[in-house]
């Protein structure tokens, strides 16, 4: 069964601290996606990566960076959390003619 | 971005009737796609519809897309508590890179 693994369902981190959320893929996909999920605010997109090393924002990205230096393996890093950053935070990969999505990582910053 | 509107926001049917659901977008698309998630969880892809197709269906799901109105719904036949989530339309817009654009979703809850 092909998957996205999202490393944490559930985090809690402290104002200020660096945070990691990782993404693993094994579909051998070029484009690999950020979202976060807010109610009210739908999907909004973060960053996307459509090859190793290539990165693009997306229409939220004040705040974050990501990283691909596998193909595989997709990170959004949050350099200095803030507790306007609490939310779901959903990565997928796929192309335009379907996405796989992870399970999510609820981010609660504190 | 988003482009998709989706109505109704909320929807709340007894199990066993049909659930409709809309989607209205903006652009020119290749292809119409809908997504389920249910909560906490991440969104699953359901169906996809080609601008070229009108009608698109499977198992209990059926797709329309009217792309003289932009639009499509998604009709969810003989409900099933199961099926409560929510449902999400995303279109790969003809100027689109790499994106999907997303609807802002229909939450469905079936009442046993």
């Known amino acids: 069964d092909v998957k996205v693994t999202q490393s944490s369902r559930y985090l809690v981190k402290r104002t200020g601290e660096k945070v990691f959320l990782e993404c693993v893929q094994d579909?051998?996909?070029?484009?690999m996606f950020w979202y976060r999920q807010d109610p009210g605010l739908g999907l909004r997109l973060i960053y996307f990566?459509?090859?190793?090393?290539?990165?693009e924002k997306g229409d939220i990205p004040e705040g974050y960076s990501v990283s691909r230096e596998k193909k595989e393996r997709f990170s959004l890093i949050l350099e200095s959390a803030s507790t306007n950053q609490t939310s779901m935070y959903l990565c997928a990969s796929g192309r335009n003619y379907g996405y796989t999505f992870g399970s999510g990582t609820r981010l609660t910053v504190v | 971005s988003q482009q998709g509107e989706e109505d109704p926001q909320a929807l709340s049917i007894q199990e066993g009737e049909n659930a409709t659901m809309n989607c209205s977008y903006k652009t020119s698309i290749n292809n119409l796609q809908w997504y389920r998630q249910n909560s906490g969880r991440g969104l699953v892809h359901l169906i996809l519809i080609r601008s070229n197709e009108r009608e698109k269906h499977s198992g209990r799901l059926r797709v329309t897309l009217d792309t003289s109105k932009k639009s499509s719904s998604l009709l969810i036949t003989a409900s099933r508590a199961a099926d409560t989530a929510s449902y999400f339309c995303a279109t790969d817009g003809q100027d689109s890179n790499y994106q999907l654009i997303w609807g802002a979703g229909t939450k469905l809850i079936i009442k046993p």
């Open positions: 579909m051998d996909h070029e484009n």
């Open positions: 990566s459509y090859d190793v090393k290539m990165k």
